[in-house]
DNA sequence: TTGTACGCGTTATCAT
DNA sequence: ATGATAACGCGTACAA
């Protein structure tokens, strides 16, 4: 199977290697008409040029890469689709890799930097958990963008950039929002405190009753499993349907899940359990997915503005490439939006 | 900004480069001693192989791509994780690729053929809309997976395997039960019918009523909105809003959405017109995807074998290429799960 | 067991 | 405007 190259089409049309090349290029000084001719017979060969072979001897790939770690989180397609224009449009190629969850993200990097001669990348989830001394390996700018990131660690630092919401702010709004509508014995389902992400927004969730001399009852705290997607709707019917079938299950009015789709599970999970939402319980999410306008009853959640985190992402990244700016940590205000799925406790 | 190569290593250790390249790649005939020395050195150094360079001389990369339309479908996120767990389990490399909408995917297979010396290609979703002549021009195995395809078309090919549901077939299940319970106005959400997929289930449900003597109203059929994501959940919606907003709305019965997001899209419609699912209007979905079980209502549709199918998928094709066995056209059976969103009309 | 030298397909440099 | 040729970083005969 003999793979059709760059010197057969040379051969072809009588020119040397370097015009083919050109051709393909779009390099200026070359004959239009050998050139109208070159890519004729390259359009009827078939002709795909190797790019391992390009990328071996290109210098100026204008190229970033997007690393995305969770397949799974709906939450990104839409954050992905905003930066594939955005890159587009600023004459950048992207190359998208979706990270496995066994992966370490920074390897990926690693490689993919080498390989394709990125000049810049984004980090899209993963859990930042990364030492300095493996990062300062990347020589080339790089964000992480919207990962839950206890701010007050970073400030200062100038090595990298960070575009996120507060994570703890934002779930102390939603804490405060049940709260104020009467309830007090608001279950909370989210991750491991291991988690930053989980950490930030549990501790948001404390220091709102806290402020108010209001104490967290231990019963109140459901950890979602492990062994599955921290996640998924499924963890979040599962530790929720645990709390339900709990003897503090009836002491319980409002549910606030860490991410929309573990109130969608929750939501299930309720219903089950015969109570109406928001009547008997209120459910509450995190993340202002699309399904959550669509889901019945309508979903009250934090929505992160991922449309302007992600052309923030991509701005930024392009000009500390070009060195028109420096690295910042950038956090954007989340907003509470208040649907169907919750309302004031029973009285 | 020196990049850091197997010459550097091979220096730093006194030894030559392809000792070097031995090390790296496992290779029999080497010096432990030696081995674990280098290995050190790579270690510290923070060297990484360029997989440019590797491709480009590389032959037996042990390496299939699968190449997926439609990021935004959860419908293939459950395929992915169990192709790359079969992939995996079966020692070869799997490079995932999306494809954009407006990419030609074959186009895009091409081009990776080349890059990454692959030796099979599985293609997820897309629109089985290329002439023979270009697919000719791919020389792995490749198999096209879930797609809607139109089997009578294809029996007896054998350049290529297929690994599908008969979406006639499970599509007329669907219409068939709804009219069984009693059903007569089934309006039904539909891609318009340049699209395979979309014909192929709207010619089932056009059987289904056929083969009862019943003749399909003209305003029962909605064609969804071309100029957005055809199964997304606001297609859904936008498109059973205007049916409900229409002088037929107040005669359907039933609604089926052709996928499972344009089903929910759809309920949000019903409810927001003020109608109960199930007992005004029965909504079903088709596609099986794990939201149907949590949404509210759980909703009523065709499932789809997605693990069966990713296996087969990966196994098929690693049998072509080992050429154990022949291309093949697979038909999976399709399962109807009537849940909570259907039931009989209103007498 | 180890090192040398060549080639993979392309682009960049330098002549012409 | 065009062509020859040297890299790019690595794997692998082949020789040692």
Excluded: W
């Excluded at 090349?21 to 008409?33: G, K, L, M, Q, V």
């Excluded at 190229?63 to 939450?75: D, E």
């Amino acid at each position: 199977m003999a793979e059709i190259t760059i010197k057969d089409i040379a051969k072809k049309c009588g020119v040397g290697i370097s015009t083919v090349s050109r051709a393909i290029n779009n390099h200026p000084d070359i004959n239009p008409e050998t050139r109208k001719k070159i890519m004729e017979v390259i359009e009827e060969t078939g002709f795909i040029p190797n790019n391992s072979a390009r990328n071996l001897k290109r210098t100026d790939a204008k190229c970033i890469a997007v690393l995305v770690k969770g397949i799974t989180n709906p939450f990104f397609s839409n954050m992905i689709q905003i930066i594939e224009e955005e890159t587009q449009r600023n004459k950048y190629a992207l190359v998208l890799r979706h990270v496995e969850a066994h992966e370490d993200e920074v390897d990926v990097a690693l490689e993919l930097e080498k390989e394709k001669r990125l000049r810049g990348i984004v980090f899209l989830g993963g859990r930042f958990v990364h030492s300095e001394e493996k990062l300062a390996k990347l020589n080339v700018p790089f964000i992480f963008s919207t990962i839950g990131v206890d701010i007050t660690d970073r400030i200062g630092r100038v090595e990298f950039s960070n575009i996120a919401v507060d994570d703890k702010l934002e779930s102390k709004k939603m804490t405060e929002y049940l709260l104020e509508l009467g309830h007090r014995n608001v279950a909370i389902i989210v991750e491991k405190p291991q988690q930053p992400v989980g950490r930030l927004r549990m501790e948001g969730y404390e220091e709102a009753y806290a402020e108010r001399g209001l104490v967290v009852s231990k019963d109140m705290i459901c950890y979602v499993q492990d062994d599955i997607d921290s996640y998924s709707m499924e963890n979040g019917y599962l530790t929720a349907k645990k709390l339900m079938e709990s003897e503090v299950g009836a002491k319980v009015t409002a549910i606030y899940a860490t991410s929309d789709s573990l109130a969608i599970g929750a939501c299930r999970a309720v219903l089950e359990a015969g109570k109406k939402i928001p009547e008997d319980i209120s459910v509450a999410g995190y993340d202002g997915i699309e399904l959550g306008e669509y889901y019945n009853p309508k979903l009250t959640t934090i929505k992160q503005p991922v449309e302007e985190m992600a052309k923030k992402t991509i701005r930024l990244l392009l000009d500390v490439i070009a060195e028109r700016q420096e690295h910042q940590q950038i956090i954007f205000p989340a907003e509470l939006i208040v649907r169907e799925s919750t309302g004031q406790p029973r009285t």
